[in-house]
């Protein structure tokens, strides 16, 4: 989905700093106590999507991934982010084909997402018919493994 220019500052609140610092270190205590190990390249690409702190084409990652250098090779970069998304780090954004940071603490909660078809600007919250959808779907049979929503329209700088 394209986004329309807008002619007002639009500001994404990423994550810098000592607040970077303890996002990461959590990860590293999440990942250990699921035995499972964020290397450098995960490491790197979290650490990216928490800088951006709104959703990062697979591509920018790659080319933003190096501090010095040359860019990361596609395939590290996606098996990072496959890693993030199985370990709750991380949403895939469909209709955007991005990805951006999950900061929740829940293993396998549901996401929802508001996005600005306007500037860009994406709010994740925690959708109230997570067990509707659920119940429906053990109802028809189904073990849901996720649930994502996405809803587009204009943000509360765009729409004005």
């Not at 990072?80 to 709750?88: C, H, T, W």
């Not at 949403?91 to 929740?104: D, F, G, M, P």
């Not at 919250?125 to 119940?135: L, Q």
């Amino acid at each position: 989905m394209a986004h329309i220019a807008c002619d007002h500052d639009h500001h994404h609140h990423g994550v810098a700093g000592d607040a970077l610092t303890a996002e990461l270190a959590a990860a590293e205590t999440r990942c250990a106590a699921a035995e499972q190990r964020l290397t450098a390249p995960r490491r790197r690409v979290l650490e990216l999507l928490l800088q951006a702190g709104q959703p990062v084409k697979a591509y920018d990652l790659i080319s933003t991934f190096a501090v010095d250098g040359p860019p990361a090779k596609p395939p590290t970069v996606y098996r990072a982010l496959e890693f993030l998304e199985k370990q709750g780090f991380a949403h895939r954004i469909e209709s955007l084909n991005a990805y951006v940071a999950c900061r929740r603490e829940a293993d396998g909660h549901a996401a929802a997402f508001l996005i600005c078809d306007c500037c860009g600007a994406t709010r994740e919250f925690e959708p109230a018919a997570t067990a509707d959808i659920i119940a429906a779907g053990q109802a028809a049979g189904y073990a849901l493994t996720g649930v994502t929503i996405e809803a587009h329209g204009r943000c509360a700088d765009c729409k004005e």
